[in-house]
């Protein structure tokens, strides 16, 4: 499993990658998220699903860009289906054979010089896809049920890059307290609209353990802090335990 999460705002792109690995009872860290970057062209290619074929998948896409030139990230996320597709045709058969599942999806980002704006798509294991944008400003691929609910309630296509990726962080957390098969070091991905430069930040457990302490301790005094009027219909249909006694 894994968590990779990408954002997209008027400002521009924020994405996190965990980088745990987990086979069988053994985990390993293992980077998920590539990086495309040249004159005018920035995209990032995050994956969930098994690692074998995701390499495939990655290395018939790196030799297909040495003879082909995209001008808008909407090719290059076609091109990418299509390396999918036949790391499918290959492999699909004897995974099934196996017990295992051809599930990959992948997170694709970025802007190339005859974008208007930058992109952000999700593409399925069948290789077709979606553009993420207005109301749907985030997609979450892998262990995704433990951190959407702090996206949900915070993000929108107005918000900041420096609040997604506070959010963003939360959301991944969240996810890394729930399950042991999502965690430490992340990557995190920046992009700012229309400046064709991708930055890109490695945090360790250390760095952000803090963050993750706070985050804590404001959730447990917001709960404390939350009236408590609305209850008292309910609670006070419950027997009093002092009447009982003194019968």
């Not at 980088?19 to 004159?39: L, Y």
């Not at 009027?229 to 027997?239: G, Q, R």
């Amino acid at each position: 499993m894994t968590y990779c999460l990408g954002i997209k705002v008027k400002e521009g792109l924020v994405a996190i990658a965990d980088t745990r690995i987990t086979s069988g009872t053994e985990t390993t860290n293992k980077k998920k998220v590539t990086i495309e970057q040249k004159d005018n062209f920035s995209l990032f290619i995050m994956t969930s699903g098994l690692r074998s074929v995701r390499d495939k998948a990655m290395v018939y896409f790196n030799e297909l860009m040495e003879t082909q030139e995209f001008n808008k990230l909407y090719k290059a996320v076609n091109a990418f289906g299509v390396q999918v597709k036949r790391a499918a045709l290959e492999d699909g058969a004897a995974l099934e054979k196996a017990g295992l599942k051809f599930d990959l999806h992948t997170i694709i980002g970025g802007q190339l010089k005859d974008d208007a704006e930058h992109k952000l798509y999700l593409l399925y294991p069948e290789g077709n896809w979606v553009e993420l944008g207005q109301g749907a400003p985030y997609v979450v691929i892998g262990n995704s049920g433990h951190g959407k609910a702090i996206l949900n309630r915070v993000l929108s296509e107005s918000s900041s890059m420096r609040l997604a990726l506070k959010a963003g962080f939360l959301s991944f957390d969240s996810t890394r307290v729930s399950s042991n098969n999502v965690d430490y070091p992340i990557d995190v991905i920046l992009y700012k609209k229309d400046t064709y430069e991708i930055i890109e930040q490695r945090y360790e457990s250390r760095d952000l353990a803090a963050i993750s302490s706070q985050w804590d301790d404001e959730l447990k005094n917001a709960l404390i802090n939350v009236s408590e009027e609305w209850m008292e219909v309910a609670f006070d249909k419950l027997p009093d335990t002092e009447t009982k006694e003194s019968k």
